[in-house]
């Protein structure tokens, strides 16, 4: 690998870089089959990614003819790896089981481990022989959508294909790596002005809440808009507060301490509520709703801006599910992506029905939304939101911030990259967006 970093960082072409040997293993972040059941009786809390994330090597794969492998210059964690690294809610390796029994090529997948990781930022290293729009030497970024294009489910909206995966969290050979194997159609242009590091943090992240918010198969915000956006400083949520900007919505968000409102302030949203100092109570004791606390906070939200949220970006789950559903105005939508502090929800259907509201269920995104939200990227109208940069080796302590949420935006991981900073081509557009992209910087 030393080899390939050397290529690149001297700016070798795509035909230098495809005549260096690729090395017989590579540096990867993996989980390993034999310890998914390592933290059975252990509670969620307690169950620590630093002792089942391990960083060593693992065999290179061959790769199939409409895949390419690409040297990882930086990769960003996201809570999926969280997920692979707790073995909740369930254990990743019976997805890639039963994505190993689908085909020749993709019996690779079914490992007694598994390179985990659903970003990243690098170079393209070799091309499969069905590859015709990518070539060694281009720079690019991931997203993590794994398609089948031969099922024909895919070819409305390949979110709804049937054997539809999370590449890195679904399949093997994620991003958290020195080498990343993916499809040719999970690839995305470089945005030139930003680092390796700040290329990789985005594409997951941003890609959801662009479905969720700005897409037709999501809440397809409107100007003027009244968004309550919770966890409005973690990876989903600060561009979720981007896009409620740059369309003309206003967004109402919710985080948990002072200095999380300082940043979103930084970032243009007028309205917060500190949901900490607030003390909502949703949940009494005995596991019973407090409604009084629901219009609470829809009377915080209204002493805020006025009125009732037209949209409820959703994820925390169980903790805040039936409040937002409870919140959202007559007519409105609340859209919904995840279910961190629990999946199985409770919500008041009189709130629902007779106010006429909408729920969406909402998952990353199509290709083409994850393009387009690439693309504003690449033109500095939306800006990566990287708080910390850590080695491949800290994965594990990385995973850790996240689950205890003790982090902002997104954490960057530098994997081939020996530093930060490297990797801008386009100057001049960074000097002019310079002081957006460190809003999350600690
Ligand atoms: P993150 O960076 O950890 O941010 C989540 C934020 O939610 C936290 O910063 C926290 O903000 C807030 N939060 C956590 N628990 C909460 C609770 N009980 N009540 C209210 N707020 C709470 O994670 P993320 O990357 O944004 O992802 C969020 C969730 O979406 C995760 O479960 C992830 O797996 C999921 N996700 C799904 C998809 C998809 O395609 N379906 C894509 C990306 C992410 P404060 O403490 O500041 O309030």
Known sequence: MEKILEAIQNGATGDQLASIPLPGSYRAAHVLKGEQGMWEGTPSQDKDPRKSLHIGEVPMPEIAPDEVAIAVMASSINFNTVWTSIFEPVSTFGPMARLGRESEWAKRHDRDYQVVGSDASGVVLRVGSAVRTWKPGDKVTVHCNHVDDQDPSSHDDSMMGSNQRIWGYETNFGGLADVAIVKANQLMPKPAHLTWEEAA????????????????????????????????????????????????????????????????????????????????????????????????????????????????????????????????????????????????????????????????????????????????????????VMSQVFDLAQTGEAAYQVHHNMHEGKLGVLCLSPQEGLGVDDHELRAKVADKLTWFRR
Not at 270 to 298: C, M, P, Q, S
Request: glycine share 12%; aromatic share 10%.
């Open 201 to 384: 943090v985005n594409a997951l992240c941003n890609s959801t809440s662009y479905r969720m918010l700005v897409s037709k198969n999501g809440a397809a915000m409107k100007q003027g808009d009244v968004v309550l956006i919770w966890g409005a400083t973690g990876g989903i949520g600060a561009y979720a507060v981007q896009y409620v900007l740059n369309g003309g919505g206003i967004p109402v968000g919710v985080v948990s301490s002072p200095d999380k409102a300082d940043i979103l302030r930084q970032m243009g949203c007028e309205a917060v509520i500190d949901r900490k100092a607030a003390n909502y109570r949703f949940w009494n004791d005995d596991n019973t709703h407090n409604e009084g606390e629901w219009r609470r906070l829809g009377a915080d939200i209204r002493g805020l801006v006025g009125e009732d949220p037209d949209i409820v970006f959703e994820h925390p789950g169980r903790s805040t599910f039936a409040a937002s559903m409870y919140v959202a105005k007559k007519g409105g939508t609340v859209v919904t992506c995840a279910a961190t502090s629990g999946f199985m929800m409770e919500f008041d259907n009189r709130f629902f029905w007779m106010r006429l509201k909408r729920l969406v269920g909402s998952h990353f995104a199509n290709y083409k939304e994850a393009y387009e939200a690439n693309r504003l990227i690449a033109k500095g109208m939306i800006q990566p």
